[in-house]
């Protein structure tokens, strides 16, 4: 099984996910006030919290995620795909070898393939 370390912004910007693992991410978040600030974004240093993928493929699809919404889904400056995760630069990881996460969820690889084999849809991978 493989994870994502996020090493640091990709601009070389310090941010407390450094050297962390990710442990939970979903780009189409939206706050309740309506403002979009990427998602939410959580990260562990316990690679058992990690969210844990089959290969090194599905780790990047989640990077590569995007909102799916229209009022976020692309960038206003050039109209390509928003990704917010790709502001980080990071490493895929061996980390485990069980389909599920520490916590008994089931691995998020899993919906994203779901999205993927019935056409896509709202936070659906590009």
Known sequence: M???MII???DGVATEHDGRYLSRYDPT???PSGE???GILETTTDPKKALQFLDMHDA???WKLT?????????????K??????????????????RLRG???QNPVDGLRNLRDNGGGKGSAI
Do not use: S
């Open 81 to 98: 795909p928003n990704r917010p995760l790709t502001m980080f630069t990071v490493q895929v990881v061996e980390i485990g070898d069980n």
């Open 8 to 10: 640091c912004r990709a």
């Open 67 to 79: 909102p799916g919404c229209a009022c976020h889904g692309t960038r206003p400056w050039d109209g």
């Open 103 to 105: 916590d008994g969820r």
């Open 36 to 38: 979009y600030d990427g």
């Open 2 to 4: 493989t994870g994502i």
């Open 60 to 62: 990047l699809e989640l």
């Open 29 to 31: 978040v939206h706050k």
